[in-house]
């Protein structure tokens, strides 16, 4: 066996040892905690130190809140020889590293990351990840318009980085295309489960003039303004609000146009189904004028049920429009003259509602003319005694 120089130890020593320079991130083991410093082994000849100022980015948090014995961390090395012996090292400068490397990871991958939202600034928010700045955009922040970014306050995120600029530290989030993605998929399950007549609960999200549009679970149908109430409606608002949870049937759908046409009214409850039981042709009712036209009149005799006034059949007189001597709102007597049941149509007339009131009315009194005597005939005999 040969005696080794002591030139040679230190060799042999020296070889098991890692090199390590500042700046570099490397891994180690933590040994011992006190209240205020971390030891860890990182396979150098001395041991590494972490101080309270560089556990982490949160100054309130000691060794013992986050470390202990046996645990492997990352740490990255402030000095290699701190005066003492020791090596100086930084467990918040290596999550910050991290933090970058995921981030890159997300920008060049499309990987999630996330974050908690800490504030909210003019344009968007702040979100920390492991104490590093991020931004989302008010834009970005989610799919459906947000009116009060003041709720995302304090609620983690899942996020995307859109924008990376490592060398200004500046990085940019977006909620809003994580939620794209989820809106996809739950799109692709929709399209392949819709049925045609079958019922749904939706969530009326915006109205508009022709209709109201309706969440049915990731997805926005259209209830068109015909499609909301049997009874004629001038407004959507009329029949829904927005937030309002609704039972819709589905009318039709077009993947390729990536539309969905909803109904509100069922069907059962048609009126036209049990309208025709009620009426007959020489009828007359009541009705309400509901829309006006060049040729003629539309008056509602039920709910959601309407006949035409021909121009021709408003009045004895010639008028020129309608809207001469009709108002919408009005009531008035209509004769029914016409009733197609297949094509769900009826001919009303008014002038014939006015001449049949009149032919009665002048029957009545041609009977009551004829019901007995006068009031000369009672009293002609007393006049009698006076001649």
């Known amino acids: 066996m040969t005696d080794m120089s002591m030139g040679d130890m230190l060799d042999s020593l020296e070889g098991t040892l890692k090199r390590i320079n500042s700046g570099d991130v490397v891994k180690g083991t933590v040994i011992s905690l006190t209240e205020e410093e971390v030891f860890v082994n990182i396979g150098f000849m001395s041991d590494g130190i972490i101080s309270s100022e560089e556990l982490s980015q949160d100054t309130a948090i000691k060794p013992k809140d986050i470390l202990k014995v046996g645990d492997e961390i990352e740490v990255y090395i402030l000095n290699v020889n701190d005066g003492e012996g ?3 090292l930084s467990l918040k400068k290596a999550e910050y590293y991290k933090v970058w490397d995921e981030f890159e990871d997300s920008f060049n991958k499309g990987t999630l990351i996330k974050v908690t939202v800490a504030e909210v600034v003019k344009g968007g928010v702040i979100a920390f990840v492991k104490g ?4 989302i955009p008010a834009s970005q ?3 459906s318009y947000v009116e009060n970014l003041q709720e995302y306050v304090g609620k983690v995120l899942e996020v995307k980085v859109i924008e990376l600029d490592k060398e200004n530290e500046k990085v940019i989030l ?7 993605v989820e809106l996809e998929e739950k799109k ?3 399209w392949d489960t819709l049925v045609k007549g079958e019922k749904r609960t939706g969530v009326v999200k915006r109205l508009v003039k022709f209709g109201a549009f309706v969440d049915i679970g990731g997805m926005d149908g259209l209830i068109h303004i015909s499609e909301m109430s049997w009874k004629r409606i001038s407004d959507p608002s009329e ?3 927005v937030g309002d949870k609704v039972e819709v049937y589905i009318i039709d759908f077009d993947k390729s146009k990536d539309r969905i046409s909803l109904g509100l009214k069922e069907v059962t409850e048609n009126p036209w189904n049990v309208i025709f039981q009620k009426i007959k042709v020489g009828s007359i009712v009541e009705g309400t004028v509901v829309n006006l036209l060049d ?3 539309f008056v509602e005799i ?3 049920v309407e006949g035409l006034v021909h121009i021709s059949n408003i009045s004895e007189e010639r008028i020129s429009k309608p809207s001469s001597v009709l108002n919408i709102g009005d009531k008035v007597k209509v004769k029914i003259i016409e009733i197609d049941e297949k094509s769900k149509k009826i001919g009303l007339s008014i002038k014939d509602a006015e001449f049949k009131e009149e032919e009665n009315y002048a029957s009545y009194n041609n009977n009551n003319s004829n019901l007995g005597t006068t009031i000369g005939d009672l009293f002609k005999d007393k006049f009698k005694d006076f001649k």
Request: charged share 30%.
């Open 295 to 297: 040729f003629g009149a």
């Open 302 to 304: 039920e709910a959601g």
């Open 141 to 143: 922040v989610s799919a």
């Open 86 to 88: 020791n090596v100086a």
């Open 174 to 180: 977006s909620r809003k295309e994580v939620e794209k």
């Open 188 to 190: 692709s399950k929709i």
């Open 239 to 241: 029949v829904v609000s």
């Open 132 to 135: 590093v700045r991020g931004f």
